[in-house]
């Protein structure tokens, strides 16, 4: 798996996993955020590694379902990057404004 794939993966767990059943939860963080093989996965969890194989994908799935219909994880990325680029532009301001400017944008960002 691609290290950006994964990445986004991630974010979609961090965002909708809430929304996973407990058991979809438990798998997905072993095997995405540990590292555990579909075998040891299993044998975690009593099932075959065919059928974590099988969960994760529907997992997945459905990670990828929530995004397409709520869009929460595109527009916080849309949001970091417009961030990014207005410290871009700030930064090119004279002081004192600039730091009024980043303190602004900054409280923006927390809200």
């Known amino acids: 798996m ?33 590292d555990n093989s579909l075998a040891e996965i299993g044998d975690a969890l009593d099932i075959t590694p065919q059928a974590v194989s099988d969960m994760l994908k529907r997992t997945t799935k459905k990670l990828e379902r929530y995004e397409e219909k709520l869009g929460l994880v595109q527009r916080f990325m849309i949001s970091a990057d417009t961030a990014d680029y207005m410290r871009k532009l700030i930064e090119t301001v004279a ?17």
């Open 2 to 34: 691609y290290p950006m794939e994964q990445h986004f993966k991630n974010l979609l767990f961090d965002f909708y996993g809430a929304l996973l059943t407990e058991h979809q939860r438990t798998c997905f963080t072993l095997y995405h955020a540990e």
């Open 95 to 111: 002081e004192p404004t600039r730091t009024k400017m980043l303190q602004t944008l900054e409280a923006l960002i927390k809200t």
